[in-house]
Antibody, heavy 122, light 111 residues
Framework: QVQLMQSGAEVKKPGASVKVSCKAS????????IHWVRQAPGQGLEWMGI????????NYAQKFQGRVTMTRDTSTSTVYMELSSLRSEDTAVYYC???????????????WGRGTLVTVSS | QSVLTQPPSVSAAPGQKVTISCSGS????????VSWYQQLPGTAPKLLIY???KRPSGIPDRFSGSKSGTSATLGITGLQTGDEADYYC????????????FGGGTKLTVL
């Protein structure tokens, strides 16, 4: 069925990096953008950025530029989100979400992964 | 502090109607489509409304969306206990470098 399957929970030390995967199935991987959204404990949703699986182009939220890298592997229909220089404030559930292509004004997220908990602690 | 402003909480009795507001500006809601998401406790968000007022297949017509100027509204009629959740609005913000933005979220309690 149509789904996004995310990798398992991670525990990292401050200053380390984490790489979360999101494997798409049940639809044409290159026909939809993939977004990353995170949610700190008890907090709201925060958009991190987007990758176009077709060409690999990315657009990162200003807050994360320089620390986040999104890549994709079309052979396995998988998108990756790597966040570096981790700090305690990065402790959150990280979601991948599918959305239509085109400009930002037309975006929405119609399919979500179950989320990956990343805990940053010394 | 979110760019989009939502009330922290709303409540209503089963069977009643509730509305959740989402206030923004001309750089976001005023010139872009709005979508709404429902997040049940411990689960991933789910798309309820896109393009201001369209419902994905499988979303009951108890849920509706509207937009006027720089504000958007989610309406839920015939409230059920299963509707207790957090609700988020979202849209593109064309100011600065351009970002997708979410509202701070509204906790719906069905009394």
């Amino acid at each position: 069925q149509v789904q996004l399957m995310q990798s398992g929970a991670e525990v990292k030390k401050p200053g380390a990096s984490v790489k979360v995967s999101c494997k798409a199935s049940g639809y044409t991987f290159t026909s939809y953008y993939i977004h990353w959204v995170r949610q700190a404990p008890g907090q709201g949703l925060e958009w991190m950025g987007i990758i176009n699986p077709s060409g690999g182009s990315t657009n990162y939220a200003q807050k994360f530029q320089g620390r986040v890298t999104m890549t994709r592997d079309t052979s396995t229909s998988t998108v990756y989100m790597e966040l570096s220089s981790l700090r305690s404030e990065d402790t959150a559930v990280y979601y991948c979400a599918r959305g239509p292509g085109g400009g930002g004004g037309y975006w929405y997220f119609d399919l979500w992964g179950r989320g990956t908990l990343v805990t940053v602690s010394s | 502090q979110s760019v989009l402003t939502q009330p922290p909480s709303v409540s209503a009795a089963p069977g009643q109607k509730v509305t959740i507001s989402c206030s923004g500006s001309s750089s976001n809601i005023g010139n872009n489509y709005v979508s709404w998401y429902q997040q049940l406790p411990g689960t991933a968000p789910k798309l309820l409304i896109y393009d201001n007022n369209k419902r994905p297949s499988g979303i009951p017509d108890r849920f509706s969306g509207s937009k006027s100027g720089t504000s958007a509204t989610l309406g839920i009629t015939g409230l059920q206990t299963g509707d207790e959740a957090d609700y988020y609005c979202g849209t593109w913000d064309s100011s600065l470098s351009g970002n997708w933005v979410f509202g701070g979220g509204t906790k719906l309690t069905v009394l």
